[in-house]
């Protein structure tokens, strides 16, 4: 039984680069969430889906972010013309059943310079 | 913003010995969690609570759903090295849907 994987595991990046970045659930999950956290502080959710829809996002996730998963399995975030305040861990979770026993992939560190 | 409060944001303290951590909200949550992050990894889940007053065991650690709802505890007992991680509390508010909101976690060092 495979987690919860991320690719890549660190970008860097120039500011005013556009950064994709890939989610692989828990095999039969239908359930994914990205959230995003900065030094000393806990995950912040962004987005969540329920197979391929979008359910919700958060005030965080701005016009430059977008997520997608569109086969309802792996899922996509992209970040437009970054910022330096952009730089963060940004993580994956999937669930299935009980959606709030959340299962964390390992993060893509994102540096914006 | 989070609304789940952690305090200290650091313990010390030595090997064999019990912690206690706790968390506080000013808000009603249905479900608490309590997850455990290592340097340049994801959070893992160790344990879950879903009922009031509920109280779970996951090996050496032992949690509990307060009964207000707004709070919840973790114990470690007989602490060993690698307990060394950040525990972050979360959980999901009424009306919340699959959000969760995270506390902003308690380093934990363990001296040999």
């Known amino acids: 039984d495979t987690g919860v994987s991320q690719d890549p595991r660190h970008k860097i990046t120039k500011r005013g680069q556009n950064v994709t970045f890939r989610c692989d659930p828990i095999s039969e999950h239908n359930r994914l969430y990205w959230y995003r956290q900065t030094l000393g502080q806990g995950p912040e959710f962004l987005t969540y889906f329920q197979n391929e829809a979008q359910l919700e996002k958060s005030r965080l996730l701005s016009d430059r972010f977008s997520a997608e998963r569109p086969k309802g399995s792996f899922s996509t975030l992209e970040i437009q013309r970054t910022e330096q305040g952009d730089s963060a861990m940004y993580l994956c979770a999937s669930s299935f059943g009980n959606p709030h026993e959340q299962f964390f992939g390992p993060g893509t560190r994102l540096t914006v310079l | 913003g989070q609304q789940l409060n952690q305090s200290p944001q650091s313990m010390f303290i030595q090997e064999g010995e019990d912690v206690s951590m706790n968390c506080t909200s000013s808000?009603?949550?249905?479900?608490w969690l309590w997850y455990k992050q290592e340097p340049g990894e994801g959070p893992v889940l160790l344990i879950a609570?879903?009922?009031?007053?509920e109280l779970t065991s996951n090996g050496r650690l032992t949690a509990q759903f307060g009964i207000t709802r707004k709070d919840s505890f973790l114990n470690i007992s007989a602490s060993i090295p690698s307990d060394v991680g950040i525990y972050f509390c979360?959980?999901?508010?009424?009306?919340?849907?699959?959000?969760?909101?995270f506390g902003k976690g308690i380093t934990l060092s363990v001296r040999p």
């Open positions: 808000s009603i949550f249905n479900t």
């Open positions: 609570l879903y009922k009031a007053g």
């Open positions: 979360a959980g999901q508010m009424v009306g919340a849907n699959s959000k969760l909101t």
